[in-house]
């Protein structure tokens, strides 16, 4: 082997990563669309009159439609493609934020958020289907990291920078604000995205690299192996555990993510502005477990010859377990105390995170990849509806977030247990067999 082969070899061209970056910019973006309505919180209540509970309402609307949309959504995936639902998706979600900027009423604010649910709904799903295609199994952690850890960053400096908005000029120019950023998205998505197969400036270098897992053992069958219905899917013990264990961390991620800067002013008299600027903390924190640990560690780890499924699983398990740190928060008595478990509890569970997001194209076949990543969505966004809701009713009835950090925590234990027991080693599940094999 030459020396310019062997350099081809070991350092391929990077045109993947831009595919990454792409898919990470998408979800900074939506989540921008997300965090809105959270920094708009006292502004809706001077507006609209909301209480805790209807806020609480109004935040798990946009999961409503959002968890509809993940099981047809993981078949369209499979049939249509990551490039033509994710063209049509973008569009939609950026309506959607010039929907809720010139919304007249609490009901225009709901509908709004109702599609911004549908618009969105395909983003992860798609994004975990086109690592899949764009990288080799030893190195999807990385990437997944990057529009997973996307989410934290955009709560980073999405709370402070739309908070600053709203402050100066008012939320609905914070909503506008968001809907040309999105629809920018939609245009550069449109103008960038295509399956390696489809891109005609991608090396033969680079793409013989990203197919290295076509020789594989048993890449045949992954290939060929005929689409499994959803019912199949539901009842593969992997999947399950897999969505259990995601929709418990779903739930801290959308308590924080909906909660937080009411909890730090509400529990710990904070003021509106210093609420908004603490935010940044943890989700900073999240973001560098999320691509340092969760991305970069299990990588680098696994290149090196470390066992790849129990790499994966000790990150996902005690990352998970980290996540109960939230219990922390529940007696902190300054916000020093209140950052630091929330910071400990979210990072960890970030670190989880791509782990957990990278396991639907590990352990399904090709063509069942979006399926597997709508049924765990769909976990993902019954905890995103419940988490806004169980808090707001229990702040109300309780005065206090004791409960309401507490109950997450329960559902933390049940996640780690389906990891440990029902997930098991993370490898593909048997192919599914079609009725001709059956019959044959």
Request: aromatic share 14%.
């Amino acid at each position: 082997m030459t020396n310019s082969k062997l350099r081809n070899r070991t350092r391929p061209p990077g045109r993947r990563w831009r595919i990454a970056w792409l898919l990470g910019l998408g979800v900074l973006v939506n989540y921008f669309d997300r965090v809105n309505l959270s920094v708009s919180h006292a502004s809706l209540y001077a507006a609209f009159g909301i209480s805790n509970i209807a806020f609480g309402y109004l935040s798990g609307a946009y999961n409503w439609t959002y968890m509809l949309c993940q099981l047809p959504i993981g078949v369209l995936l499979d049939k249509f493609g990551v490039r033509r639902i994710g063209r049509i998706s973008t569009f939609i979600w950026s309506i959607a934020s010039f929907g809720a900027a010139v919304s007249s009423s609490l009901g225009g604010l709901f509908a709004a958020r109702f599609v911004l649910g549908v618009g969105e709904a395909p983003t992860f799903p798609a994004n975990a289907k086109a690592i899949g295609y764009w990288f080799p199994q030893k190195e999807r952690s990385l990437p997944t990291s990057i529009f997973d850890a996307a989410a934290k960053f955009a709560s980073a400096i999405g709370v402070p920078l739309i908070g600053i908005v709203l402050l100066q000029i008012g939320w609905r120019w914070s909503f506008a604000l968001t809907g040309v950023v999105s629809f920018f998205y939609f245009l550069l998505f449109w103008r960038i995205y295509r399956d390696p197969e489809e891109d005609a400036q991608l090396s033969h270098g680079e793409r013989e690299y990203i197919r290295e897992d076509a020789i594989a053992p048993g890449a045949r069958e992954n290939m060929l192996a005929e689409p499994a219905s959803l019912g199949y899917l539901l009842a593969r013990r992997k999947v399950i555990g897999l969505a259990i264990g995601m929709g418990s961390y779903n739930y801290v991620f959308y308590l924080l993510l909906t909660w937080l800067p009411s909890y730090l002013s509400f529990a710990l008299h904070i003021d509106l502005l210093h609420s908004f600027l603490y935010t940044s903390f943890p989700w900073l924190f999240a973001t560098l477990t999320d691509i340092l640990v969760g991305g970069w560690l299990v990588d680098s780890l696994i290149r090196r010859g470390w066992d790849a499924s129990r790499v994966r699983r000790f990150i996902l398990i005690g990352g998970t377990a980290c996540g109960l740190g939230i219990l922390g928060a529940a007696n902190a008595h300054s916000s020093l105390q209140a950052l630091s478990w929330i910071s400990i509890s979210i990072g960890g569970l970030s670190a989880a995170s791509p782990v957990g997001w990278s396991i639907p194209s590990l352990i399904a076949t090709r063509n069942n990849v979006g399926k597997v990543g709508g049924i765990v969505n769909f976990s993902n966004q019954l905890s995103g509806i419940a988490a806004p809701i169980v808090t707001g009713y229990l702040v109300t009835a309780r005065q206090s977030y004791a409960w309401a950090f507490g109950v997450p925590a329960i559902y933390l234990a049940v996640g780690i247990a389906a990891y440990i027991f029902l997930l098991g080693r993370i490898e593909p599940m048997p192919a599914h067999r079609g009725l001709s094999e059956a019959i044959s």
